[in-house]
C-alpha cells in the first residue's frame, strides 16, 4: 500500500461516490445497507504492481468465516486505475472491491452473478490492463520466432518456456519499450 497524492485522494472520493451513488440504484441493493462502505479508506497500490488492479485489506484478526465491512483496513486500487483513460474499469474495480467488503470473500458463483450486476462497459478491461502494465515493467519480451507472439517478462526465458501458441521456444530479446 502506497499513500496516495492529493490528486489520487480527489480521484479515489470521486469514484467512491460514483460507485456508492451507482450501487443504491441498482435494484439489488436496495435492502442493503451501503453506509459503512463510505467510511472505508482508499489508497492506492504500489505503481509497479502488474496482477493486482485492486485489493480489499481486512484487518487482523478478524474472523475469516464472518468478514463484515467494520473489519476491512482499506481498500486499495493501482495508481493507473486512477488516469480517465481507465475510468469505466477503475469503477468497476472498486465495484469489485466492495463486493469483498460486504463480505463476499470468494470469486465463487455467487460473487460473479454480483459482479454481473455492475450496469455500465469497462467489466472486461481487466486483460488489456494487466498486459500494459506487464508491458511497462517488463525487462525481456519472450519472442516466438514462429507466430511473432511476445510475452513480456521480468527475467530471461533462457529457452525453458515455449510458446503458447505454437510450442515453439521462445528467445528473449530486450524490451526497448520499458517505462520506469
Known sequence: MAKPSVQQNQRLAQLKQDVLVQMESMGHWSQENLSPLQNIPLAVLRKNATQRHG???????????????KDVETIDLHPNLLSMEWNDYARFVLYHEYLHALGNRFHDTAFHQLEQLWPFPGADRGREFTQLMRQKSATWLWVCTTCDKKY??????????????????????????EVN
Do not use: H
Open 55 to 69: 485489493v480489499t485489506r481486512f484487518r487482523r484478526g478478524a474472523r475469516t468465516t464472518e468478514l463484515k465491512t
Open 152 to 177: 513480456p517478462r521480468k527475467r530471461k526465458a533462457n529457452r525453458r518456456f515455449r510458446c503458447r501458441t505454437c510450442s515453439t521456444i521462445l528467445t528473449d530479446v530486450p524490451n526497448m519499450q
